[in-house]
C-alpha cells in the first residue's frame, strides 16, 4: 500500500500525516523538538489504556504497603 505525507493546516505546524491511495489518515508524524510534551501524554495515555484490566489496589492497602517497607529499610542489625 503506497502512503503519501499530507501536510496539516498552518496552526498544527510540526505535525503531518501519513495518508493511504484515499487520503485517509492512517499514521501521524510528529516533530519531536515541537511536539515532545504532547507525545509524553499520547505515551502516558497509551500505557493507562494497555493497564485497564490490570489488577488494582486501594490506595489504603498502597499506603499500608509502603509504611510497613519504609520501616524496614531504616532498620539495621
Known amino acids: 500500500m503506497l502512503m503519501q505525507r499530507k501536510?496539516?493546516?498552518p496552526q498544527m505546524p510540526g505535525v503531518e500525516f501519513l495518508v493511504d491511495g484515499r487520503g485517509r489518515r492512517?499514521?501521524?508524524l510528529i516533530d519531536?523538538?515541537?511536539h515532545g510534551e504532547l507525545w509524553d501524554d499520547v505515551?502516558?495515555?497509551y500505557l493507562a489504556a494497555s493497564r485497564k484490566n490490570?489488577?488494582?489496589e486501594s490506595?489504603?492497602?498502597v499506603s499500608s504497603k509502603l509504611?510497613?517497607?519504609s520501616g524496614k529499610r531504616g532498620s539495621r542489625d
Open 43 to 45: 505515551f502516558d495515555a
Open 54 to 56: 490490570e489488577p488494582r
Open 26 to 28: 492512517k499514521s501521524v
Open 7 to 9: 501536510q496539516t493546516p
Open 32 to 34: 519531536l523538538e515541537t
Open 67 to 69: 509504611t510497613r517497607s
Open 59 to 61: 490506595l489504603a492497602a
